[in-house]
C-alpha cells in the first residue's frame, strides 16, 4: 500500500506536543515526514526532555499512523528534544534588605586564613572610596571584627524606628558594624547550636537598623557548614568571596569553599579568590619575597576552578599588628598594603559589577557603574 503524506500530518494532529497546548504538527515538533511505500519516517523534535515524554510521543505516533492511517505500516519515529536552556544567571534567594544594594559573602574553606583580616581591609578600602559599608561578623565560632575595629568594649543601642526597637550597628572607620561578639563575654566560650545562632543572625540582620548601604559584606566562619547554609536561605547574597592561603591544606579547602556556593541549592556566584599570605616581606627587605606557603597557589587553583583571581596580599607583621590593635592596615596611608588592598578592593567591585549586569535587576542589586571608585579612577 501506497501510503500518503498529507494523511500521517493529519493523524498527528490528534497527537498534543508534551507540555504544550498544541498539537504536534501545529506546534512546529514535527520536522519531517517521509513516506516510501508502507514505511513512514516521522522526524519530531518536543521541548520536554523527560524520558516519559519522549516515551508516550514516540507510542503515540506509531498507534495514531496505525490506527488512523495504516495497520501495517512500517513506522520510524526519529525523536529529538530541544529543551529550554536552564537560565544560566544565578537566582536572588532570600528576602531583600530594603536599603542594602549588594551583599558580599567573605568566606574561607580552612580556618585562620585571614579571612576576617581581610573582609575588614576591603570594608575599610571600600568606605575610603565613598561607598557606604556594613560589616557583619557572623563568626560565631571567634569573631574577631570588634578587636580588629577596635569597638571590643561597645555594645550596639536600641533606637525606635518607626515605633520598633531596633539594633544601631556600632560605627568605625567607616564602617557599621555588628557581630556576635558584641552579645557574648569575651571569656566565655559560647556553644551555639545551628538554630540558635540562625536566630541571633537573623536578629542582627533584620531587627538591625542598617540604613542605606552600598556594601554589606558578611564574614563567614570558616568551613561549609549549618551556619552558612542558613545565610544563603535567608539573605539576597550577591557574591561571594574565597580567602585562602597558598598552602596545600588551605587550598583544598578553598576548593570546597566555591564548590559550597557553587552547589545548585545555594547557586551564589563566586566573584573570586583572594590570596593571602601570599608570600613574606620584611618590613627592613621590602623588594624581597619569600614564599613560606607556596607560590601562586590560590591563582592557580582560581585558574584551575575557573574563577576569578582578585588579588594577593602579603604576609607583613604590620597587618597583624594593626588587626591586633583595632585599625585595620590600610588606614595607614601611600604603602604597598593599602596599594594592595586597593587593587584587590578594584577587583572585587569589578567583578560585582559584571555580575550585576548579567543578572535581572533586583533590590539586590543596584550597583551597576564604577563610580565612585576613587581606586579605579587612580589606575
Ligand atoms: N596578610 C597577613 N599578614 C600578617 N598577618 C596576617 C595576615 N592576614 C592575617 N593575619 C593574621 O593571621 C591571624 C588570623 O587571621 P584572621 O583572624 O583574619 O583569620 P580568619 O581566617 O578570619 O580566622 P578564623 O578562622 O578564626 O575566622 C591574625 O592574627 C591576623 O592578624
Given at each position: 500500500m501506497k501510503l500518503k503524506k498529507a494523511d500521517i500530518l493529519k493523524a498527528l494532529e490528534k497527537i498534543s506536543a508534551p507540555g504544550e497546548g498544541q498539537n504536534l504538527v501545529e506546534s512546529g515538533a514535527v520536522?519531517?515526514?517521509?513516506?516510501?511505500?508502507?514505511?513512514?519516517?516521522?522526524?519530531?523534535?518536543?521541548?520536554?526532555?523527560?524520558?516519559?515524554?519522549?516515551?508516550?510521543?514516540?507510542?503515540?505516533?506509531?498507534?495514531?499512523?496505525?490506527?488512523?492511517?495504516?495497520?501495517?505500516?512500517?513506522?520510524?519515529?526519529?525523536?529529538?528534544?530541544?529543551?529550554?536552556?536552564?537560565?544560566?544567571?544565578?537566582?536572588?534567594?532570600?528576602?531583600?534588605?530594603?536599603?542594602?544594594?549588594?551583599?558580599?559573602?567573605?568566606?574561607?574553606?580552612?580556618?585562620?586564613?585571614?579571612?576576617?583580616?581581610?573582609?575588614?581591609?576591603?570594608?575599610?578600602?571600600?568606605a575610603k572610596m565613598g561607598f557606604k559599608v556594613g560589616l557583619l561578623d557572623t563568626d560565631i565560632y571567634g569573631p574577631s571584627i570588634p578587636i580588629m575595629f577596635d569597638v571590643a568594649m561597645e555594645k550596639p543601642l536600641s533606637i525606635n524606628v518607626d515605633g520598633k526597637a531596633k539594633m544601631k550597628p556600632v560605627e568605625n572607620y567607616g564602617v557599621k558594624l555588628l557581630s556576635i561578639g558584641f552579645f557574648t563575654q569575651p571569656n566565655q566560650a559560647v556553644i551555639w547550636r545551628g538554630p540558635m545562632a540562625a536566630k541571633a543572625l537573623n536578629q542582627m540582620i533584620f531587627d538591625a537598623h542598617w540604613g542605606e548601604l552600598?556594601?554589606?559584606?558578611?564574614?563567614?566562619?570558616?568551613?561549609?557548614?549549618?551556619?552558612?547554609?542558613?545565610?544563603?536561605?535567608?539573605?539576597?547574597?550577591?557574591?561571594?568571596?574565597?580567602?585562602?592561603?597558598?598552602?596545600?591544606?588551605?587550598?583544598?579547602?578553598?576548593?570546597?569553599?566555591?564548590?559550597?556556593?557553587?552547589?545548585?541549592?545555594?547557586?551564589?556566584?563566586?566573584?573570586?579568590?583572594?590570596?593571602?599570605?601570599?608570600?613574606?616581606?620584611?618590613?627592613?627587605?621590602?623588594?624581597?619575597?619569600?614564599?613560606?606557603?607556596?607560590?601562586?597557589?590560590?591563582?592557580?587553583?582560581?585558574?584551575?576552578?575557573?574563577?576569578?583571581?582578585?588579588?594577593?596580599?602579603?604576609?607583613v607583621q604590620s597587618i597583624r599588628e594593626a588587626g591586633d590593635v583595632g585599625r585595620p592596615a590600610v588606614l595607614q596611608t601611600a604603602t604597598p598594603i593599602e596599594g594592595a588592598f586597593e587593587e584587590l578592593t578594584k577587583n572585587v567591585v569589578q567583578e560585582l559589577v559584571a555580575r550585576n549586569t548579567e543578572l535581572p535587576p533586583t533590590e539586590a542589586i543596584k550597583i551597576t557603574t564604577m563610580a565612585g571608585c576613587a581606586a579605579v579612577k587612580k589606575k
Open positions: 520536522n519531517n515526514v517521509q513516506v516510501f511505500g508502507d514505511e513512514v519516517e516521522v522526524d519530531v523534535t518536543i521541548k520536554n526532555p523527560s524520558l516519559q515524554a519522549r516515551k508516550k510521543t514516540e507510542v503515540e505516533i506509531l498507534k495514531i499512523i496505525h490506527s488512523e492511517v495504516y495497520q501495517k505500516a512500517k513506522i520510524k519515529v526519529n525523536l529529538k528534544v530541544d529543551a529550554p536552556e536552564k537560565p544560566t544567571v544565578n537566582q536572588i534567594k532570600g528576602n531583600p534588605i530594603p536599603g542594602i544594594q549588594n551583599i558580599i559573602a567573605v568566606a574561607s574553606g580552612k580556618g585562620g586564613v585571614g579571612k576576617s583580616t581581610v573582609t575588614a581591609n576591603l570594608a575599610v578600602t571600600l552600598d556594601f554589606l559584606l558578611l564574614d563567614l566562619p570558616p568551613g561549609t557548614g549549618d551556619i552558612h547554609l542558613s545565610i544563603m536561605q535567608s539573605l539576597p547574597v550577591t557574591g561571594a568571596v574565597v580567602v585562602s592561603t597558598p598552602q596545600e591544606i588551605a587550598l583544598a579547602d578553598a576548593r570546597k569553599g566555591v564548590a559550597m556556593f557553587q552547589q545548585e541549592a545555594i547557586n551564589v556566584p563566586v566573584l573570586g579568590i583572594v590570596e593571602n599570605m601570599a608570600y613574606f616581606t620584611p618590613a627592613e627587605l621590602p623588594n624581597n619575597k619569600y614564599y613560606i606557603f607556596g607560590q601562586n597557589g590560590a591563582k592557580n587553583l582560581a585558574e584551575n576552578i575557573e574563577v576569578p583571581f582578585l588579588g594577593e596580599v602579603p604576609l
